[in-house]
């Protein structure tokens, strides 16, 4: 049997498309409109011509690109190589925070000054203790800046994960551990297939919110020294005494980014859905 929608329900129809299509006319023009008078405001300043020159100059982009994006390619595996390590360092330390026996209370107390430390102490900071002190204290096998600078930003973000995972283990309601252990199971074995499974899927879009805000920072790495997209850069505006090559690093960063910011809409969206029981994605 074939549904045919009545007449009022095909003039309430009608309705919502028009009402779309004037809302996407509007946004639309409005959206012009302010961009024609921000070019106007921008192009018309005393100083737009010295700007463009040093700025956004065409010839100084196209001979730096390639030098920035060798170093680029330094960020993306830095950036990968962190991300990995600061979440398993996150999930362990909010594992330790979690732990309720109070013979583990050393465990818990380390793992909590550690998140209150590393939260607090701003990354450029660890950034230049790890790359600069270390190396001062002359002992043996102490690896390249490169690697200690990736873990000044592996602790840090740590302590932030840390603690999104212990927010999503800690919003696991209680009686489901308790009937994973009436069960059977032991409290290793209830963290693993009971509390953790649902605590990552509570967590997944702010987790996701800090690898975007980790993707910026690892160009702070060019401060230890190695030659990533920012450090390459600097030296290619050291030559030519044009802004141009920060303009070109800044612009793939965001190219960068912006697959991990849809993914994380994405996630967040679907997160929201599921909540308020629309399982459309």
Not at 144 to 150: D, F, H
Not at 223 to 228: K, N, Q, S, T, Y
Not at 251 to 256: M, Y
Request: aromatic residues 8%; glycine residues 8%; contains cysteine.
């Amino acid at each position: 049997m074939t549904f045919k929608p009545s007449p009022l329900q095909l003039e309430r129809d009608a309705y919502r498309r028009r009402q779309t299509t004037l809302s996407v006319a509007v946004a639309a023009g409005s959206t012009l409109v302010v961009g024609i008078l921000l070019y106007a405001a921008v192009t018309g300043a005393p100083g737009w011509d010295r700007f463009r020159a040093s700025f956004l100059s065409a010839e100084a982009a196209r001979d730096s690109l390639p030098a920035v994006l060798r170093g680029l390619w330094l960020n993306v595996q830095l950036l990968v190589v962190c991300a990995i390590a600061a979440v398993l360092l996150g999930l362990g330390i909010a594992t330790l925070r979690t732990i309720r026996p109070a013979v583990f209370f050393p465990l818990r107390a380390f793992a909590a000054g550690y998140t209150y430390t590393f939260r607090g102490l701003p990354l450029i900071v660890t950034l230049y203790l790890f790359a600069f002190g270390v190396p001062g204290l002359r002992l043996s096998g102490t690896p390249s800046v490169l690697v200690l600078g990736g873990i000044a930003i592996v602790l840090t973000y740590g302590g932030y994960i840390a603690e999104v995972f212990r927010a999503g283990i800690e919003s696991v309601h209680p009686s489901q551990r308790a009937a994973a252990r009436s069960l059977g199971l032991t409290y290793r074995q209830t963290m693993r297939h009971v509390v953790l499974p649902q605590a990552v899927r509570r967590v997944a879009p702010p987790l996701l919110n800090d690898l975007v805000a980790m993707q910026k920072d690892v160009g702070l790495i060019s401060l230890a020294g190695p030659i990533d997209a920012i450090r390459a850069a600097q030296i290619e505006t050291a030559g030519s005494y044009n802004y141009t090559p920060y303009v070109v690093a800044g612009v793939l960063f965001v190219l960068l980014a912006i697959p991990v910011v849809a993914v994380t809409d994405w996630v967040t969206l679907r997160a929201a859905r599921r909540q308020s029981g629309d399982n459309r994605l």
